[in-house]
């Protein structure tokens, strides 16, 4: 069957917003425009537990409320525990700061040569376009910047981030990220990737977008233009649970994919929302049927208030031991702890080779069904 036609991929439509005209509902500005950013608007939708309704009053102070009706519609507003709901409607445990936890848990800030470019890697750095998203996570790494809860004041400085890469002949790779770059006009995108394409050590540039997920509309012909003109631009979408995988995000990918595209996928693991090897089975398999590669899983960033969303770091082992072998490779994302204070990502892998064996003559190893084999080691 074609994905295009598979139940799971279907179209969500307007749903709460059927009296919008469907000219408004497709235009990705309407979608900012008419996103639910208060107490009431979200009362006026969907009746909230004490929990939500507390950290709703505290989010202005942390990071902002911020939902579009396109995601709003997939919340199941029936259910407190829908794992959409709680990636996007706050908690009153955000206010809570546990030990080990930070508003810069990455240590970006001791990283950043120029306001905006985090350069932690020998060949690549982080571009941070801008400071704000279409709708705002809950668990996000960046919420001391981004949103503008916290008056970070945050002003990247592209003529010095340029300047910057343009000196440094070793990066080879630009991450845009933010903040949602996509956010940013087709034109200032298209200047941005243009001025970027122009210095020539810059071999690899990719996106990391949440966009697609939040408003698909965003995906316009216009916006493929520009990643075609420049491409290839590969793109890292941020996708937690099959939920999120609907007929407008498979369409929205189509047209990433035409426009030469690579699309990869990085999900974060959460505490009730993809902690569970059947959901991220079902996650991953929808994102190959949607062209998407899953690349990261992460166990989520030590940030203040977050230790209601964070997972054992051993569920995130188990998770990636239900997929290997027992699903197709290309759906079998690395898992990746990004080291508190600014040691990069560290992958975290289940262990299938006895290393100790590798000095012996036979290497010793289990595969996925957990019977054992030898191979020679040298
Ligand atoms: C994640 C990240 C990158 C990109 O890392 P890859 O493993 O190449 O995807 C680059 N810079 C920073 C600061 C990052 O956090």
Known sequence: MHPREHSDLRRRGRGLWADTAESDWDDWNWQLRNRITTLAELESRMSLTREEREGCLFAKDRLALAITPYFFNLIDRENPDCPIRRQVIPRVEESYVNAGESTDPVGEEHTMPVPGLVHRYPDRVLFLATDRCAAYCRYCTRSRLVSNARHYDFHPDYERALRYIGEHPEVRDVLISGGDPLLLSDAKLDHLLGRLRAIPHVEFIRIGTRMPVFAPQRVTPG????????????????????DECTGELFEACERLAFSGTPLGNQSVLLKGVNDDAAVMKRLVQRLLMMRVRPYYLYACDLISGSAHLRAPVEKGVEIIRALRGHTSGYAVPQFVIDAPGGGGKVPVNPEYVDMASLDADLVRMTNFEGREFVYPAR
């Open 223 to 242: 916006l493929c233009e520009v990643l075609k003109k420049h491409g290839p631009v590969w793109m890292s979408l941020h996708v937690n649970h099959p």
